[in-house]
């Protein structure tokens, strides 16, 4: 899909560098999907502690 952002060249010179993307797209694609992933995990340790996940270690060990 192609769209048209306007970033600036100064922030993508340098996310290119430190990330090693060959082109523009594969480092907005690598962004995106680390910003998603950040997002998504911050959303499960919210859950910490509140589900019951009604298993054991001993359960666990006989499967």
């Given amino acids: ?33 680390e910003q998603i992933g950040r997002i998504k995990r911050k959303r499960l340790i919210t859950h910490k502690g509140t589900i019951d996940l009604d298993i054991d270690l001993d359960s666990l060990r006989n499967r």
């Fill in 1 to 33: 899909m192609r769209t048209t952002l306007e970033i600036p060249e100064k922030l993508i010179k340098e996310a290119m560098e430190l990330t090693g993307a060959k082109t523009k797209s594969q480092l907005i694609k690598e962004a995106l999907e």
